[in-house]
């Protein structure tokens, strides 16, 4: 099985993610949580990115490309994949189909604008692992602790209400364009493609975490 999750900031790509994987054996393929590792692990690419990230911006599409080719060729991914928060522009999704790197599935979670602001101001993470909990919908068992670690929940930079809303604005120029390249192509084929079309449905993020 070869997934990618497509929307929003805070439409719930992580929290599905990790239901998804657990259910068929997958890795999780979040190049925001693999940024935010290079981040904590003050490397050159981690240190040019939090400025980026911070900002609300998309980090650079040669240096995500580059990330996400080398995650694949590790023996995990050979039953397949899920992409979480990738691509995340029309440059990432062609090198993708380039590359022939098959996907079966396209999934587009959507979520209203007044729910992603609320998720988002609530959202606490466990950074090692990329957990994610809410204090309101998803809460820890005890408060700011993650529950397997028992390790300390942080509140990530870019959550701030004006971060947010500049991350919500690039998604509609940058990404939201994906929704129609995936369904076209869907829909339609694409005989410059090696690689057969994915299935793209487009899902309600609005129920709770297990609906
Ligand atoms: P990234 O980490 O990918 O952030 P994002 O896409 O903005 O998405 P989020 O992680 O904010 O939201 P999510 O959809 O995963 O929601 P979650 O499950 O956490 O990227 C961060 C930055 O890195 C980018 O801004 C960019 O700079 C850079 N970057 C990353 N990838 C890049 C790329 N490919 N190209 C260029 N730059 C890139 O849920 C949100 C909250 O809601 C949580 O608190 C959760 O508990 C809660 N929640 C979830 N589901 C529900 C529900 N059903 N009901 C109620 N609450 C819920
Ligand atoms: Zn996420």
Redesign the pocket.
């Known amino acids: 099985m070869r997934l990618i999750l497509l929307?929003a900031?805070?439409?719930?790509?992580?929290?599905q993610a990790k239901f998804i994987c657990e259910k068929f054996g997958i890795p999780q393929i979040?190049?925001?949580?693999m940024?935010r590792a290079a981040v904590k692990a003050g490397t050159p690419m981690g240190i040019a990115a939090k400025k980026?990230?911070d900002s609300?911006?998309?980090?650079s599409d040669d240096i995500?490309i580059g990330l996400v080719k080398d995650r694949l060729t590790q023996p995990d991914c050979i039953n397949g994949y899920l992409f979480?928060?990738?691509?995340?522009?029309i440059p990432?999704a062609q090198a993708m189909k380039d590359a022939s790197v098959p996907i079966d599935f396209v999934l587009e979670i959507d979520v209203p604008f007044d729910a992603i602001i609320e998720?988002?101001s609530?959202?606490r993470v466990h950074i090692a692992s990329g957990r994610?909990?809410?204090t309101r919908?998803?809460p820890p068992k005890v408060e700011n602790i993650d529950d397997e670690t028992g390790e300390e929940l942080i509140q990530r930079e870019?959550d701030k209400e004006a971060t947010v809303r500049k991350?919500l604005e690039v998604y509609d120029q940058q990404t939201k364009p994906l929704v129609e390249y995936y369904s076209s192509w869907a829909k339609n084929g694409d005989a410059s493609a090696q690689i057969s079309p994915p299935s793209y449905r487009q899902i309600a993020?609005t129920?709770?975490?297990e609906e």
């Open positions: 929307g900031p805070g439409a719930g790509k992580g929290t979040s190049t925001g949580d940024l980026v990230m609300g911006g998309l980090v995500i979480d928060g990738f691509p995340r522009t990432q998720r988002m609530g959202r994610t909990y809410h919908y998803n870019d991350r993020g129920g709770t975490v």
